[in-house]
């Protein structure tokens, strides 16, 4: 005799979607709850299913006893995160999706990230890729490095090389790290002249001296050394000595180098990536005695 036979069927996915979507932020029948964020948002949910769905929650859950002064159902405080940032999260954990937009998909990265929790990680990448704009990608840029979102930080550097001279007058350009800035710096493909690139360096070290309260020349020391300075006319590399009297910049030996360059008629002494015309470069008539070195 057959023995008998099983199977696991499945119903409308989208209906029972739908219905723990109902359960999101309501207090009927909830067992714990947050305060989120400077405005002390209450967000209702449902200890089974924060616990079961992320592990980060299930240790902040199960972390209580009865001898706790915290009663197990909370309030657990939340104040760096926004309301609306946090119900997302709450969102993606009952009903496996999420709902996004540009203003707040950078710290939904962040909590997923925080949290453990890789496919809303994913969501919130694809989400990125799909909606970037000039004003956001260096944030998004900057959010990729930090969480070591490889293919992000591709698609983002790729669409700066598209647009480079719009972005550099971005305040997301200002507020990157030293180490993102020189990174960007080191492609060929920028689609913008040198002469611009070391201006919007300038303007960067400015803001970021100020913010950082430290010396241009110390926030400055990495990016600077990408500059492609061979590449600019000797009328050129005269104004930028005149600037560099101001806030020393660029290091002196990085100037003389440069006009080694022009002396010499050649890169010699210079890195050969510093003689190498980015896209964007407008021609000067000293680059053909660079070609050599930029092989």
Not at 81 to 107: C, D, G, K, M, W
Request: aromatic share 6%; charged share 20%.
């Amino acid at each position: 005799m057959a023995g008998p036979c099983s199977a696991r069927l499945q119903a409308d996915v989208a209906a029972f979607s739908a219905a723990l979507r109902t359960l999101v932020n309501n207090p009927q029948f909830s067992d714990v709850m947050f305060v989120v964020g400077r405005e002390q948002q209450k967000v209702f949910a449902h200890r089974c299913v924060l616990a079961c769905r992320c592990q980060a929650f299930q240790g902040m859950l199960g972390s209580q006893d009865s001898s706790s002064s915290v009663p197990p159902q909370g309030p657990f405080i939340l104040g760096n995160v926004q309301p609306e940032v946090f119900l997302a999260v709450i969102e993606f954990l009952y009903t496996n999706s999420v709902t996004l937009n540009s203003r707040i998909v950078l710290e939904v990265l962040t909590s997923s990230v925080e949290y453990g929790l890789q496919d809303l990680c994913k969501l919130c990448v694809k989400f990125i890729k799909d909606t970037l704009s000039v004003e956001q990608v260096c944030e998004a840029l900057q959010a990729a490095v930090t969480y070591g979102q490889a293919d992000l930080q591709q698609h983002c550097l790729a669409f700066i090389e598209g647009c480079t001279a719009a972005v550099v007058r971005t305040q997301g350009f200002c507020e990157l790290s030293d180490v993102v800035l020189a990174r960007v710096l080191r492609s060929d493909r920028l689609a913008v002249d040198e002469l611009d690139l070391v201006q919007a360096v300038r303007e960067w070290a400015h803001v970021s001296s100020a913010v950082l309260e430290r010396p241009v020349p110390e926030v400055a020391a990495l990016p600077v050394r990408e500059l492609r300075l061979p590449l600019l006319a000797p009328s050129e590399l005269v104004t930028l000595e005149s600037h560099n009297q101001q806030d020393l910049l660029i290091p002196v030996e990085n100037i003389a180098a440069a006009w080694r360059a022009h002396a010499l008629r050649k890169g010699s002494g210079v890195p050969s990536r510093l003689c190498r015309p980015r896209r964007g470069t407008r021609p000067r008539d000293h680059h053909r005695h660079l070609e050599p070195h930029t092989k």
